[in-house]
């Protein structure tokens, strides 16, 4: 079985500091990995994806994350947060052998404060 | 391409009245998959196609449910007997398959069941 953990459902930075959102997998094999941002009654946009391609995968609106199979973890960051960057943030996870659909975590809402 | 299309935006219903939602997904893509969000939470999987075959049903799609794509393009999501446990954002989302991890979401329908 596969699942995602998201430690922290509420992360609060400070606008221009380091956004870190964590997520850690489990997965018998090594899975695919995604990011994606929720704004308020809207759908889902992908951030970003790690597809056993390079471990350091850069995404839209300046977030990159990196793919770290001894620690099981795939944290997003942003070096400075901006305004914009306030909305929910999924970490998700599937491979072929289940399907191709999605696993998701239960979110992160990060508030960014002026 | 227009993105993955869905309406209703929005439904508000009675308990116990039947509701139908649709999904058009983007064209050239012949996966398309349902889930369900409720407050606070990740997106849970619901079912998903591939063409007009209905693939995989999660044990979350009761007997009230039910989904499907004709003619392997637009899918519609039918919950009967609606109870106020249903009320959630239901995402719909389409990629191509097998293998490519190009998942798109629509922006989602929210039904409210008072």
């Known amino acids: 079985a596969q699942s995602v953990t998201q430690l922290g459902s509420h992360v609060s930075v400070s606008e221009g500091a380091l956004v870190l959102l964590r997520c850690n997998y489990s997965?018998?094999?090594?899975?695919?990995l995604f990011w994606y941002v929720q704004y308020p009654n809207q759908g889902l946009q992908l951030l970003l994806k790690y597809t056993s391609a390079a471990t350091l995968v850069k995404g839209i609106n300046g977030f990159e994350a990196e793919f770290k199979k001894s620690e099981t973890s795939f944290h997003l960051t942003k070096p400075s947060a901006h305004m914009s960057d306030a909305a929910e943030y999924f970490c998700a996870v599937t491979r072929s052998e289940y399907g191709n659909k999605l696993v998701f975590g239960a979110g992160t809402i990060l508030r960014v404060k002026s | 391409d227009t993105g993955v299309s869905q309406n209703p935006r929005h439904k508000i219903t009675k308990r116990g009245q039947n509701v139908t939602f649709r999904c058009d997904p983007i064209?050239?893509?012949?996966?398309l998959y349902w889930y369900r969000q409720t407050l606070g939470q990740g997106p849970e999987f619901l079912t998903y196609?591939?063409?007009?075959?209905?693939?995989?049903k999660s044990r979350l799609l009761s007997d009230r449910f039910s989904a499907e794509r004709p003619k392997g393009s637009f899918s519609t999501l039918e919950i009967q007997r609606t109870e106020q446990g249903d009320s959630a954002m239901y995402l719909c989302?389409?990629?191509?398959?097998?293998?490519?991890?190009?998942?798109?979401f629509g922006s989602g329908t929210r039904l409210t069941v008072v």
């Open positions: 196609f591939q063409n007009e075959a209905q693939l995989e």
């Open positions: 064209s050239e893509h012949n996966r």
């Open positions: 989302a389409s990629s191509l398959a097998p293998g490519n991890y190009g998942y798109t």
């Open positions: 997965s018998s094999v090594p899975p695919y």
